[in-house]
Every structure is written in C-alpha cells, then in structure tokens.
C-alpha cells in the first residue's frame, strides 16, 4: 500500500504517545497531523479531510465517543478508537459511536501501522460486482461503481466498513452468509470470531435500510448462523 498520499489524525492529549504514533506513522510514508482535544479534532476532520483518524477515548472535554458520533454526523472518514480499557462494553459502546476498530493500549507499534492499513483497505474498497454495476432490492438500490446507496432515491451515507458489509450480503442476497465468512470477508481472518463487531454493524446497516429496526424486512438474522439480505416485492 502507498502512504505518501495519506493523511492520519491522531487525536490524543499526551504528547508522548503522539509523538510515538507521528514517529511511526512518518517512518512509514504517512502525513500525520494531530489534535489534543475533541474540539480541535473536529474541526480538523471538518476543514483538512484526513484520510483516516486516530481517537483516544479518555480526553479531557469530549472524550471520544462523543468525538466519534459528532464527526460520523458529517463525515465516513474511518476511525481508529484507542483506549486504556479492554472490555466487551467498551469495545460495543466504541463501535456503536461509529468506530470502525479499537485498539487497546498499551499497543505495538506494528500492530497500529497494521490496523491503520487494513481500515485504509476497506476505505479504498474497489471491488465492482462482475456481473453488474448495480443492484436493487426493494426499495434499496446500490450503485457499486460509485458506492452510493440509495432507499427511495434517498442517498444514505453509509461508512467503508457499513458498505464493504452490505456489498457481501446484496452480491449474495438471499442467501445465508455466516457469521466468520461476513466477518472474514470484512474485517479480515484475524477477525473470524468477533461477533460483536458484526452484530454492531448490522444493526447499523438496519437504521439506514429498515423502516423499523425492530421488524427488518431486508437484513435478516438467522440465529446462531448468521445473516441474509432479502429482497421484498415492492408496489
């Protein structure tokens, strides 16, 4: 992967861990701009549009869940979450706020740089259905050139990880995808059995596509298997 045209914020207030992380990060070809509270970040995102961010938690101000919700509010740009805790609770509150991985401290340099370019993968995803350009289902109608995903000529602004997610379930739409093949194809083998970050994602992909999150009618869970995208008759 090329990084020399990449960007990374690293929104952190201790300067030595930053100072680590931009050491790194350049080492490797990255651009790296940093912020040291929530405000500060957000207008970085806003104004800079960096290619990817890197979120502590703990921060003085708003920490950085709030951080993470306030940006996915105006921007797909992937997101990092750090964090001192490593707790299942944590990690969904992380995920629901609109993370796209976490990564608890302390943590290995490498290990970040292989995070940062696995997210970047995902963010870049290319991958066109062979066979069409496009697909409709429903009411939903995804153009897989331009990544756009629609309901009802409505465009929903879907995260690289939301998109990467719903692409596997329509090119195999009615039929049951499970759970470590959707979690291998999109997060990467590594991640074959965190459930938790699927069912998070799922049931982000439910409030963009489903009238009621409670009764989906496209997303449909089969439990303890998995998850298929079924197409209802429209009119």
Not at 23 to 36: I, M, P, Q
Not at 81 to 91: C, F, I, K, V, Y
Not at 96 to 116: M, Q, S, T, V
Not at 151 to 158: E, G, H, N, V
């Amino acid at each position: 992967m090329t990084h020399k045209d990449k960007t990374i914020l690293v929104v952190d207030d201790q300067p030595s861990l930053v100072r680590l992380v931009r050491d790194n990060l350049e080492s490797r070809g990255f651009r790296v701009t940093s912020a040291s509270d929530g405000k500060k970040a957000l207008d970085i995102v806003e104004n800079d549009k960096p290619d990817l961010v890197v979120l502590d938690i703990m921060m003085p101000g708003l920490d950085g869940y709030e951080v993470c919700r306030r940006i996915r509010e105006f921007s797909t740009v992937p997101i990092i979450m750090l964090t001192a805790r490593n707790d299942q609770e944590s990690l969904v509150h992380g995920f629901e706020a609109g993370a796209d991985d976490y990564i608890p401290k302390p943590f290995h340099a490498n290990e970040l740089l292989a995070r940062i370019e696995a997210v970047l993968r995902r963010s870049e995803y290319t991958e066109v259905n062979k066979y069409s350009p496009s697909f409709t289902c429903g009411d939903i109608s995804i153009d897989f050139v331009r990544h756009e995903v629609t309901k009802k000529d409505a465009i929903k602004q879907l995260t690289p990880t939301e998109y990467r997610l719903l692409y596997y379930l329509a090119i195999n739409s009615g039929k049951v995808m499970l759970h470590a093949d959707l979690l291998t194809k999109v997060w990467g083998p590594e991640y074959s059995s965190a459930t938790d970050y699927l069912r998070v994602y799922i049931r982000h992909l439910r409030t963009h596509l489903e009238d009621k999150d409670s009764e989906p009618v496209y997303i449909i869970t089969v439990p303890g298997v998995g998850y298929v995208l079924k197409c209802p008759q429209v009119g």
